[in-house]
């Protein structure tokens, strides 16, 4: 049949019908290329948009209704981690995002095998980190502006948002990156259930009377 064959060390593997075809990886070059322009174009709008949140609230604190019992436009000064985690510690939180962005990147560069989903994802983690660093670096705190009211949560901002997604999207990419596809036969040893062994098909066609 040539749904299954078997391989020299003794296993088999299906080769038919059910086979989960994976994706092309992109090149370093173009892994690299996605990476920078997601990174670019979300540190440009985490920056862009706290910005124009400075400039149209004169202190911490001021507030602006943008959809009622949703979300309001909140100004707050984080000396904190994401969502206002662990206030006073920014030399440490700029070393550790310097750190995580740094890995992120070699590990991009030096593997050969990314789709263009993990990519995104890494990006979306390092500019997260990159435009509350630039904050960090420039004013002493990050600019928070996103202020749920259907829910009592820390105000947050584009950057903390896409930390937030890129890591979770990131797992959920790995989780299911290491699923078998439907219908696809895990690899197995000879002999295994639904495969005959020779000595056993030789008993069955002898009728063994023992």
């Not at 909140?74 to 994401?82: I, P």
């Not at 960090?136 to 105000?155: E, H, M, S």
């Not at 002999?191 to 020779?198: D, E, I, L, N, S």
């Amino acid at each position: 049949m040539e749904d299954m064959h078997a391989q020299g060390d003794g296993r088999v593997q299906e080769v038919g019908k059910g086979r989960r075809h994976t994706s092309t990886p992109l090149s370093t070059k173009a892994a690299c290329g996605l990476f920078a322009a997601v990174v670019i174009a979300i540190i440009a709008f985490d920056q862009v948009t706290k910005a124009l949140v400075r400039a149209n609230f004169a202190h911490a604190g001021d507030s602006v209704v943008v959809i009622p019992g949703l979300f309001d436009f909140q100004l707050v000064h984080n000396m904190g981690a994401a969502f206002g985690v662990l206030s006073g510690h920014q030399a440490y939180f700029i070393a550790m995002a310097a750190v995580i962005s740094c890995l992120i990147i070699a590990y991009l560069v030096m593997s050969h095998h990314h789709s263009a989903f993990e990519t995104v994802t890494l990006a979306l983690i390092v500019s997260g980190a990159i435009g509350n660093v630039i904050d960090r670096i420039a004013r002493g705190y990050v600019t928070d502006f996103i202020a749920t009211t259907f829910i009592d949560f820390p105000v947050f901002n584009v950057a903390d948002c896409a930390i937030t997604v890129g890591c979770v999207l990131f797992v959920l990419a790995f989780v299911l990156g290491n699923r078998p596809a439907a219908g696809e036969m895990v690899d197995r040893p000879t002999g295994a259930t639904g495969t005959r062994r020779p000595h056993d098909a030789t008993h069955g066609d002898t009728g063994d009377t023992r």
